[in-house]
Every structure is written in C-alpha cells, then in structure tokens.
C-alpha cells in the first residue's frame, strides 16, 4: 500500500502512502450506506489502522519507559484513534512487570470549516492545561496538515512545564504549506487529501464511517454549511 521507493525507509514517517496510490475500490468494503455516492474511494481500510495502532504503542511503551502518563485526547476527530492507542498501552501495561498509570484529559480544537483551514485555532472546552505541569504528557491528535495548530497548542501546554511532551497523531499530511513540524508517532504519512472516517468529519458528518477515505465532490457539496 506504501508504494515503493529505492530509499531505505524512514520509519519515523509511519507508513508513507504514495501520491500516486489509488486506494482501494469501495465495493470491496462495507460501509454505512448514507454515503454511498459521497465517497472516491478507501484510502486506509479499518484493519490495517489496528495493526498500525498496536505498533505505535509498543513504540511509545518502549520510548517512554514505562513511566506514568497524561493522555491528552484531541476531540473530535483524535476520540477513535485515542480510544484504540489507549487499550494497546493498557494490554502492554497489563503483560509488564511495572503498572503504568494512565489518565486522559479531553480538548477540542476548532480549525476546520467545510474543508478550508480556517487560520487560526479555537481551544474549547478541556480542563484547566495547569494541571499538566509536572506530568508526562502524550497528546494524542487524528491529523497533522500545516502543523501551526499543533504548534500553537504545544505553546499552550508549555508554559506550564510539563515533564515531558510527546504527540502522537494517526495521520500526517504532505502539503507544501507545512511548517516542518512533525509529531514524534506517526501512523500514516499521506498525500495532501481530505479524508473522513475513523471519527474524522466533513461538517461533522463520516464520523460513523471505519474505515478513511477520501470524500469526493459530491460529498462536500452534499454536506456543506
């Protein structure tokens, strides 16, 4: 699915999905029927997101070392990929010598209208980002386009003096408007596309759907505020 390239791989990309890769034809999959005429095709399908999840928290259980951690849990679009991270580092946690506690801590970030950045970030809701001052933080994020989000977001967290931060995002984007940021856990690398499912929306919609895919035009006027 990554493509190929004569180049060792970089695994601190994730799994690179090529720009030339031409996904998956939906009839191979099931998917909620509402959307049916609303989608190109299957980008990552949901099993291959699993294997991929467990990885990230063998890695992130490894590079830590297994100390006590804060997961902070970007809503809406990073609950799925959270939820599941979450219960792999639980299991790793489970089978070790050492228990590893875990708290989870929720923030929204409003960025997103239709599918245009809207320029700036929008902190909603969460609890007081004092309380992560001494502590271990994991943010955990669906995507990364530009970075400036994310960056603006680690500023926030930072002038409280966390022990640590490290993010960790399902999923990050190719786009020549990056500010070179990368996360320190990637799942994918992908071509510069909007892509839904596996609880990332288009106007809160494909939430429900599995597996990520790319939305075609119809979908976006379909749904569009």
Known sequence: MAGSSEEAPDYGRGVV???DWPG???NLFTYPQHYYGDLEYVLIPHGIIVDRTERLAKDIMKDIGYCD???LCVLKGGYKFCVDLLEHLKNISRNSDRFVSMKVDFIRLKSYKNDQSM???QIIGGNDLSTLAGKNVLIVEDVVGT???MRALLSSIEK???NMIKVASLLVKRTPRSDGFRPDY???EIPDLFVVGYALDYNEYFRDLNHICVINEHGKEKYRV
């Open 186 to 188: 990637v799942g994918f």
């Open 160 to 162: 409280y003096k966390p």
């Open 69 to 71: 951690i804060m997961i």
């Open 119 to 121: 320029g700036e970030m």
């Open 147 to 149: 970075g400036k989000t």
């Open 17 to 19: 999905i090529m720009d």
């Open 24 to 26: 998956y034809d939906l």
